[in-house]
């Protein structure tokens, strides 16, 4: 291909020079909105002679390069045009509106954007904003939702598009988003990584958008590629196969049947999902899974009264001492040595305590008391 001819392929950005494909650009300022601008990533082998898959991500810090980056691989692999907002931030509501409408404007106007294959992407507050707008909007095809569920932290039998979430073992919202996954009846996924409250790890990315395209084909938004399929369906029976806890085992084989439905054979994996469901020790594991996130929430609303108990100066004095002597057990068993359900479930209660407390919350000795048992490991 000349030099000319390459060009002649190659977007042009505000000022006339060209977007390079491969590579992550900082800064593509939007030409309907100048005080807007996005984080941008195109395939390498981007031409405007077919059209793509976007993703729109939003971050609770308007850094628009990080999603980019976490996708990058797959949008690579996979032929997704990443755009990350550079001003939708959690403290900037207005600036956060403003954002999808520019940066989506700006993206259409400049790339061959595949209409029925429009993705939003968040992370905590930015999950927030992309499930309300794929709430209120008919054009999203998916919501990608990291570290956060609705805006009203309301759970739902079903949406019009799909969702694939994902948390930190040690994030704070982790129950919010297992209540939400267990809620939703229409096509979604939680994925549970090591970790906090933050963007997937690249390689939850790729999972990510490997059930987007999973779920294209299951519903016609893309056209069936057979190889795609079968590559996709042995890597994930790979992974199953390496399983030997039966709950985790019964869990997967369940999303498998969920995911290949109509795409692949999936008889004995049912089969197989019912028959483990029915084993004592499957049942039993199952159950300790509920039970637990059962505890977690009967602790949040215990220390949530005794929180409410700091504004009222007649219970001030008793409240802040029940506060400490049951957050210091809490504390306790956040600081194990070794990792287990009651360790993390610990560490999401106590960094929620502290999430809470920095936005709102401005008790100094409560503060205090919530760093003093700030887990150190």
């Not at 549970?192 to 990510?208: I, L, M, Y």
């Not at 409410?308 to 956040?334: C, I, M």
Request: a positive charge; glycine letters at 6%; proline letters at 6%.
């Amino acid at each position: 291909m000349t030099r000319l001819s390459l060009l002649a392929i190659l977007p042009l950005c505000l000022h006339g020079q060209p977007l390079p494909p491969g590579q992550i650009i900082d800064q593509v300022i939007c030409n309907s909105n100048p005080s807007q601008s996005y984080a941008l990533y195109l395939p390498s082998n981007y031409t405007p002679a077919r059209q793509w898959s976007v993703i729109f991500a939003f971050d609770p810090r308007a850094r628009g390069r990080m999603p980019v980056e976490r996708f990058r691989a797959a949008a690579e692999e996979y032929g997704y045009i990443l755009a990350g907002s550079n001003n939708s931030r959690n403290s900037d509501p207005q600036a956060t509106a403003a954002a999808l409408p520019a940066i989506s404007s700006d993206v259409a106007a400049r790339f061959s954007v595949d209409p029925n294959r429009v993705y939003l992407a968040g992370m905590s507050g930015g999950a927030r904003v992309a499930l309300g707008v794929a709430l209120s909007a008919k054009s999203v095809a998916g919501v990608i939702a990291s570290a956060a569920g609705y805006p009203d932290s309301k759970p739902r039998r079903r949406v019009s598009f799909v969702l694939y979430a994902t948390a930190g073992s040690e994030d704070f919202n982790f129950y919010e988003l297992s209540k939400l996954d267990q809620a939703l009846e229409t096509p979604h996924r939680l994925q549970v990584f090591d970790g906090g409250h933050g963007w997937p790890p690249e390689e939850v990315a790729r999972s990510t958008v490997e059930w987007l395209e999973i779920q294209a084909m299951r519903s016609g938004l893309r056209p069936r590629d057979e190889a795609l399929i079968a590559s996709l369906f042995e890597r994930r029976m790979a992974g199953i196969r390496d399983l030997t806890e039966g709950a985790a085992l019964c869990l997967s084989l369940g999303h498998m049947v969920a995911d290949f439905e109509g795409l692949r054979d999936v008889a004995g994996l049912r089969t197989q999902a019912a028959e483990l469901r029915r084993q004592k020790l499957v049942k039993k594991e199952l159950k300790l899974a509920a039970d637990d996130l059962e505890h977690e929430e009967k602790l949040m609303i215990e220390i949530s009264t005794l929180e409410r108990g700091l504004d009222d100066p007649s219970t001030r004095a008793s409240s802040l001492q029940q506060l400490r002597r049951r957050l210091t057990e809490v504390s306790r068993q956040a600081g194990s040595p070794d990792d287990s359900p009651s360790r993390r479930m610990a560490r999401r209660v106590l960094s929620g305590l502290r999430a809470g407390a920095a936005e709102g919350r401005k008790d100094p000795q409560y503060r205090q008391l919530l760093e003093e048992l700030r887990p150190r490991n």
